[in-house]
């Protein structure tokens, strides 16, 4: 058997801690810690930097809690105009918004700020997310077909955890601007 390449590291204290905090819940060598961590990064490296940690974490914490799904972009603008021509239409934007309400209550263990919010939406691929200044944020649509139903949901989310904000529409674009908390 071939003989390990052998390397040295510097870590400063800060890494050294978390190695060491590795080393033991793992009960893995120094060696195979670093292995693990080698093939971890790579095997995640593009997904990473695609993506960014805190997306990646939104997306785990709302699917691994079973409370979420995965849908495809087409049938979720199918679903809304067959709701815009149900008879029942205005028993969902109700519902919706009672959904919304419950949501107003649940996030604040998760989120701080209505940019976490808004951010936490975007990774649902509502819109995209561009923050104009300190307190105002653009939400470009995918469709106008879901401007109602973001925009009622902002709402109602908004107003629930305690911010006052005024929502403008454009023709594919949202405009948010938070006033007060």
């Not at 701080?112 to 951010?119: D, N």
């Not at 995209?128 to 307190?135: A, G, M, Q, R, V």
Request: proline letters at 2%; glycine letters at 4%.
């Amino acid at each position: 058997m071939k003989a390990p390449i052998r390397i040295t590291i510097a870590l400063d204290e800060e890494t050294n801690k978390l190695f060491d905090k590795l080393r033991l819940e793992t009960k893995q060598s120094q060696s195979g810690l670093i292995r693990r961590a080698l093939q971890f990064y790579s095997e995640n490296k593009k997904v990473i930097d695609e993506h960014g940690t805190e997306r990646i974490n939104t997306y785990v914490d709302m699917l691994g809690s079973g409370e979420h799904i995965i849908l495809d972009v087409d049938h979720w603008l199918l679903f809304l105009k067959l709701i815009e021509g149900s008879p029942d239409k205005e028993k969902f934007w109700d519902d919706h918004k009672k959904v919304a309400k419950s949501h107003a209550e649940q996030l604040p263990k998760k989120i701080r700020s209505v940019e976490e919010l808004l951010k936490r939406l975007e990774a649902c691929n509502f819109y995209n997310l561009s923050k104009s200044s300190e307190n105002e944020y653009t939400l470009v649509l995918y469709s106008d077909v879901t401007k109602k139903f973001v925009r009622t949901f902002l709402e109602e989310v908004l107003a629930g955890m305690g911010y006052k904000a005024e929502i403008k529409e454009d023709f594919a674009k949202l405009r948010v601007k938070v006033l007060s908390k």
